[in-house]
């Protein structure tokens, strides 16, 4: 099944998406969100799949053409996004870069931040940006949607409450990230609001992709119409998304909503080293932090820059066939210019 | 003005509260829940004090006795909810009391981390833990409610946000705490769902107490019927609410309804020291985790306990007339107990 949201208010209007994204129906008879979707899932999501078979189908009255245009983040604001580290290849370069060793911990004990949930911007937004000297950085990530999670939940658990998946765009500041791990509180200011691709679906959706907690398929990354990135998201994803929803889980009840992302999408090289750039043959990024440390350890210095205003992005999957899942994450860098006071 | 919201679903139900607390009235024809109410504050509030002055002047068919029992946090979830640590007094103990010189930029840079907002408790909730050996701490706050901040406003244009006042137990698991911030990513088991005041007030309700963006008032903290602390509020924040709120908002916009905290209240001691116990005709300290750095850096060595199970804290606040502004959070720690898997 595969769910969007409508631009309206401040949550939207859920829809129901065809398979192929070409067409899509209001189901208010239904849910008119997809948060209240959630909440209810294991009631509504059967009546929600029978209105998707029949889109499919073609056999469905009402349905219109999808102006992905429209669409939201299939949550436009959700009361907890908590974005985990996943790709610990990721790490080792932010690490290596900085010549800091990796702790033996972080490969049995997650990485993770709570993010702010109240202002997600959609996949077609503008990303605003204060200053272009914030280091103005993209993320492609995967994440999922949960219902409510008990405290505690084991992983083998948890697996049962990822009820939705979708792409990510983790914007984050990288000349504030310094500062604010110095203080020691964690990501704040340089994790800005985030968005999301139009589109989830459920795992089943996914086919075999969907497979011991994570999706075996290349996140496929544009800056400025260039391939900048195709990294597999399967094997080097080190902790599943339900080993990330027991961590998130751990101390504390999940509200039905809850949004936990993978990281940033990260391979190293097939021989081992740092993953190469597309131009040199290489699965490429899906971040800019990740080529300028790569730069960093190879030549000294990091060549690359982080994003100007004007400069846009675009993350999106495909399946085997080469039809995208979620549809795309295409967005701008603009100045902010806050409409009130 | 006071609202409160009395447990009902996930959002409870907006009702107004008489200021001495004793009366209540439910308000459908202005708004069903306190994020309704923030999401159009401008519109609403009037027309929800016009219904607070009628209260008051005993005017009103529809009242009923304020059963505290029944309530919920005011906002039982919220898209954002972060939380200051504005007491330096605070943070110079703990950094004291690990031999770690504290910074000169924090006196200038408020240090903030950003929680789930997802699965608040209520003000006579149990404090559901999985484990005393995670080192159950409480932590005494003030808090604000705010509407739609912009991007990057200034604290003088943040001050006009601010709404809503009440208290905080910001619970924390203290043992979990070196582990999480040596990983370099912030609290997040550490700090499991917070609790609130069954009341909050808009500012004016605090007449001269509210000045310079802070609350001049003592916040009384017992701990299992004694008096643990009474530490004022107002000279020792460092960084006003205002200034709190415009560190938020500094590289994205809040959505309405986001939940800012002050950090633990605490003072130093008249003559510049470490503040002392009440026992030793000290003001104390609204959490378990200052007493224990206090002793470690008089005696050498910590010997409060952290909150056992059983173990009881209550929170509140005071008017120079002695008369509870918020209510209380009264609550008690419990061995978690999960509902389902």
Redesign the interface.
Known sequence: MKLATYKSG?DGVLVVVSRDLSRAIRVPQIATTLQQAV?AWDTLAPKLDEVYQALNAGTLEGAFALDMDTLHSPLP????W?DG?AYLNHVQLVRQARNAEM?ET?WT?P?????????FIGPYDDI???SEE?GIDFEGEIAVITD?V????TPE?AE?HIKLVMLVNDVS?RG?IP?E??????????K??SSFSPICVTPDELGEAWKEGRVHLPLTVHLNGDKFGEPEAGPDMIFTFPQLVA??A??????A??VIGSGTVSNPDPNGGPGKPVSDGGVGYSCLAEVRMVEKILHGDSKTPFMRFGDRVRIEMFDKSGNSIFGAIDQQVVK?S????
Chains 1, 2 share one sequence.
């Open positions: 401040r909440e604001r959700t009361y907890h908590a580290s702790p972080f004990d990485l993770m931040y709570q993010g702010g949930g109240d202002s605003e940006a204060v914030h409510d008990p405290m505690a939940v658990q049962g500041l504030l500062g791990l110095a203080k020691g509180f964690g990501f704040f200011q340089a800005p609001a961590h998130a751990r101390t504390r009840y999940l509200g909503g809850a902010a806050p409409k009130g006071s």
